[in-house]
């Protein structure tokens, strides 16, 4: 097999030591946030907590520190929040804490990692065919982030499948890829999914969002195939892919 797939970060750590690439999914928000931040043109990095600690490191780095959503102000409104990241200047280096999204892209190893969501599913599959990614030599982990339920197990979540499973059915188009069955399950959730669009809006995170007032995010979220932009890490940072 040489595209496989998991969830969250432990399946992340025991699939990422034999695989050359580990695409991480987190569609509400992290890797969508990402891919807005990219796009524009700023080198974001991954960090898995939001307290001091990451203050410190956004200064060791030289980057703005990103933010809750609730906490962002007109003076600050750098936050995981993928719409106020459109609406707001860019930095040139931004730092996103996120428990999931970036924790997955620190359990990578030395694999490469590339952040996917549903605006560039796409584009994220042709980069990986084109780099040979996928193949006997360098097999490919996708990995759905999910979320956290409030004792802090993984709580799986429809965004995630969805946005892993277009790019798991990508690769299976390309090919000659050979998806091991979970990889393969997921592909077809995905070509199966007649409103991923609609799913996206209704799924608990997406709900969630709303409630929260933030329905924007999944809307942004939601511009399926969108952006060709494939944000990989580099030096700590995601950044445009060559």
């Known amino acids: 097999m040489t595209v496989s797939f998991g969830w969250g970060p432990v399946e992340a750590r025991v699939l990422a030591p034999s695989a050359a690439c580990v695409v991480v999914v987190d569609v509400l928000s992290f890797t969508t946030a990402v891919g807005v931040a990219v796009e524009a043109g700023a080198a974001v990095h991954p960090y898995r907590w939001r307290d001091a600690t990451a203050v410190a490191y956004a200064e060791s780095v030289g980057a703005t520190l990103a933010v809750g959503r609730r906490e962002a102000t007109p003076e600050h409104p750098w936050s ?130 709303y409630e929260y007032g933030f329905p924007q995010d999944v809307a942004v979220a939601a511009e399926t195939d969108s952006s060709t932009t494939v944000p990989v890490l580099v030096d700590g940072a995601f950044q445009e892919a060559p």
């Open 80 to 209: 995981l929040s993928p719409a106020a990241l459109r609406a707001a200047p860019i930095p040139p280096r931004l730092v996103l804490p996120s428990p999931n999204g970036s924790t997955i892209s620190a359990e990578a190893g030395s694999a490469t990692v590339v952040a996917a969501c549903l605006r560039n599913h796409s584009a994220v599959a042709r980069w990986l065919t084109r780099q040979g990614y996928g193949s006997a030599e360098r097999p490919v982990a996708v990995i759905a982030s999910g979320e956290r339920w409030p004792d802090g197990s993984l709580r799986p979540a429809l965004e995630d499948l969805l946005g892993a499973g277009a790019v798991l059915a990508g690769l299976r188009a390309a090919g000659p890829h050979i998806l091991t069955p979970e990889a393969n399950a997921a592909a077809t959730l995905w070509s199966a999914t007649e409103d991923p669009v609609a799913a996206l809006h209704g799924c608990d995170s997406g709900r969630e969002l």
